[in-house]
């Protein structure tokens, strides 16, 4: 079993809107839903990396605004001075 570390509580939090929101961008071609780490690979490459995910949701005017946000570090590369 694999255990992964929580470090947004958000995604979970608002669990059902933040789903939605997945199945809307694998739904509009904006992302692609996979179901082994072997498919990932085989779409993104072997430097593949799981990057956690935030649940940003927003009310304004009787309105609600769900948006999803990838945590993804920084890349420092190395430069010649």
């Given at each position: 079993?694999?255990?992964?570390?929580?470090?947004?509580?958000?995604?979970?939090?608002f669990g059902e809107k933040?789903?939605?929101?997945?199945?809307?961008?694998?739904?509009?071609g904006r992302a692609d839903?996979?179901?082994?780490?072997?498919?990932?690979?085989?779409?993104?490459?072997?430097?593949?990396?799981l990057m956690p995910l935030?649940?940003?949701?927003?009310?304004?005017?009787?309105?609600?605004?769900?948006?999803?946000?990838?945590?993804?570090?920084?890349?420092?590369?190395?430069?010649?001075?």
């Amino acid at each position: 079993m694999v255990r992964h570390k929580i470090i947004y509580s958000s995604f979970y939090d608002f669990g059902e809107k933040a789903q939605s929101e997945l199945d809307r961008l694998v739904e509009t071609g904006r992302a692609d839903k996979v179901s082994t780490w072997e498919e990932v690979v085989a779409l993104v490459g072997p430097q593949a990396k799981l990057m956690p995910l935030a649940c940003l949701v927003k009310r304004k005017d009787c309105k609600e605004k769900v948006c999803l946000v990838v945590d993804m570090p920084q890349v420092r590369h190395k430069t010649d001075a």
